[in-house]
C-alpha cells in the first residue's frame, strides 16, 4: 500500500494543500488541531462588529471552504507565528474580532502589538478567516 507522506511546513510558511499558512497547533477539546489562515489579507472583511464577525461567512478560498473567525487563541498563533499577513499598521484597521468572549466582553486581538483587548460589541474592526482541523486527520 503507497501511503503519501504528509510534510507540515515550517511556522509561518505556505501550506498549499491547506489553502494557507500554517500558524502552528493548539489543542482543541483534547485533540492537536493545525490552524491556517489565507495568505495576505485579500479576504479580510473590514469595518465588521462583533455580531457580524461571530457568524461570517467567507465561502470558498483556496479550493477550502470551512473558513470561519477563530478563537483568540488562534488569532495568538497567527500573531506569533505569520504576523506579516496581517494588517499591523496601527490604529482600529489592525485589530481583528476573534470569536470569543470572556465575562461578557468581546476579545480582539491588536496585530500591532500582539495585544489581546476586550471591547465593546458595537466597535468596528477586521475579521480574518482561519481554518483548523485535527492534526491526525492528515
Not at 489553502?19 to 488541531?33: F, N, T, V
Not at 476573534?98 to 471591547?119: C, I, N
Amino acid at each position: 500500500m503507497n501511503e503519501k507522506k504528509i510534510t507540515v511546513p515550517r511556522l509561518g510558511e505556505l501550506w498549499p494543500e491547506q489553502g494557507g499558512i500554517y500558524c502552528g497547533m493548539r489543542l482543541i477539546d483534547g485533540a492537536e488541531h493545525c490552524v491556517i489562515t489565507p495568505a495576505s489579507t485579500d479576504h479580510d472583511l473590514t469595518e465588521k462588529n462583533f455580531a457580524a464577525a461571530e457568524s461570517a461567512q467567507f465561502g470558498e478560498i483556496n479550493c477550502h471552504s470551512d473558513w470561519n473567525t477563530g478563537e483568540q487563541e488562534d488569532y495568538m498563533l497567527a500573531y506569533v507565528n505569520a504576523r506579516e499577513q496581517f494588517k499591523c499598521d496601527g490604529g482600529l484597521d489592525s485589530i481583528y474580532w476573534t470569536r470569543s468572549v470572556h465575562h461578557g466582553w468581546a476579545w480582539a486581538v491588536a496585530f500591532e502589538h500582539g495585544l489581546v483587548l476586550s471591547s465593546h460589541r458595537y466597535r468596528e474592526c477586521r475579521v480574518r478567516p482561519l481554518r483548523s482541523f485535527i492534526a491526525s486527520s492528515i
